[in-house]
Antibody, heavy 118, light 106 residues
């Protein structure tokens, strides 16, 4: 059973880059047909799909964030990463990593809270 | 983007009740809808995908139905563990989008 764990700074300054990592255990990140996904949840709000990356390197980003998002995979460390640049307070959220083998998400990591503030 | 709208936003019920949550899509998504349960401070948990397919291990009191633009999640005989927030998600087309959530409270 795949398990996911997010890690990264809980506080990021405005205009800087948010960087998070999701460590995968229980299977290889190179296994098919997993798509490695990032989702966020603004405080008290619904969920927003950020995008996914496949171990081959192919990606799909939400157009609303595409200009600021980069995802990558490190097969040697069995983890994948999210970078979101030029952050503002509107990027304050709980960030989840998740996986999908189809087009729904299961399982999810426990989530990591990121606050954008000076 | 496909907009997903859930109703109601909050639902009050009692143990043993049968409840229904509705999710409407701004355009047809065929049967490509998932439902998740989220408890405070926890990640969402997949309950149902493809509108009506129960995820392994999910109690049979949960059921989903619908197609096109209107979908429902029904919970029969509510249990104390069911009081949570429920989210729908369309998995028909990119970007995948979620409803705003329905909080089920006692």
């Amino acid at each position: 059973q795949v398990q996911l764990q997010e890690s990264g700074p809980g506080l990021v300054k405005p205009s800087q880059t948010l960087s998070l990592t999701c460590t995968v255990s229980g299977d290889s990140i190179s296994s098919d047909p997993y798509y490695w996904t990032w989702i966020r949840q603004h405080p008290g709000k619904g969920l927003e799909w950020i995008g996914y990356i496949h171990h081959s390197g192919s990606t799909y980003y939400n157009p609303s964030l595409k200009s600021r998002v980069t995802m990558s995979v490190d097969t040697s460390k069995n983890h994948f990463s999210l970078k979101l640049n030029s952050v503002t307070a509107a990027d304050t959220a709980v960030y989840y990593c998740a996986t999908s083998t189809a087009n729904w998400f299961d399982p999810w990591g426990q989530g990591t809270r990121v606050t954008v503030s000076s | 983007d496909i907009q997903m709208t859930q109703s109601p936003s909050t639902l009050s019920a009692s143990v043993g009740d049968r409840v229904t949550i509705t999710c409407r899509a701004s355009q047809s998504i065929s049967g490509w809808l998932a439902w998740y349960q989220q408890k405070p401070g926890k990640a969402p948990k997949l309950l149902i995908y493809a509108a009506s397919t129960l995820e392994s291990g999910v109690p049979s009191r949960f059921s989903g139905s619908g197609s096109g633009t209107e979908f429902t999640l029904t919970i029969n005989s509510l249990q104390p563990d069911d009081f949570a927030t429920y989210h729908c998600q369309q998995h028909n087309s990119y970007p995948y989008t979620f409803g705003q959530g329905t909080r089920l409270e006692i």
